[in-house]
């Protein structure tokens, strides 16, 4: 189980931070990564990151903005959002598989419920 937070209204080149708890009997030992999707958009990977914490990777439109980062010992995902724009509004997810899917959606197990982010 994925459980989410930290979403939230900032003003544009506001932060924001979210986080992703592990939980139950899903293994720690897992790919994550953040996805978003905006209405009448399609879901758009943002950032993803393997088991140890280590080679993240970001989407085109975030990089050097976001940053992806994982402790393991509290089974958290974290995303830290920076300089945000409003063409950043979406409900981010994150997700986890035994597989590394990259940015590619489809191929993840795990969901988390959703946190909206907005940025005017």
């Known amino acids: 189980q994925l459980v989410e937070s930290g979403g939230g209204s900032v003003h544009t080149g506001g932060s924001l931070r979210l986080s992703c708890v592990v939980s139950?009997?899903?293994?720690?030992?897992?790919?994550m990564a953040w996805f978003r999707q905006a209405p009448g958009k399609e879901r758009e990977g943002v950032a993803s990151?393997?088991?140890?914490?280590?080679?993240?990777t970001y989407a085109y439109s975030v990089a050097g903005r976001f940053t992806d980062s994982r402790d393991n010992a509290k089974n958290t995902l974290y995303l830290q959002m920076n300089s945000l724009k409003p063409e950043d509004t979406a409900m981010y997810y994150c997700?986890?598989?035994?597989?590394?899917?990259?940015?590619?959606?489809?191929?993840?197990?795990?969901w988390s419920q959703g946190t909206q982010v907005t940025v005017s």
């Open positions: 997700a986890a598989d035994e597989l590394n899917h990259g940015l590619a959606w489809r191929g993840y197990t795990y």
């Open positions: 139950g009997d899903t293994d720690s030992r897992l790919y």
């Open positions: 990151i393997d088991s140890a914490g280590k080679n993240p």
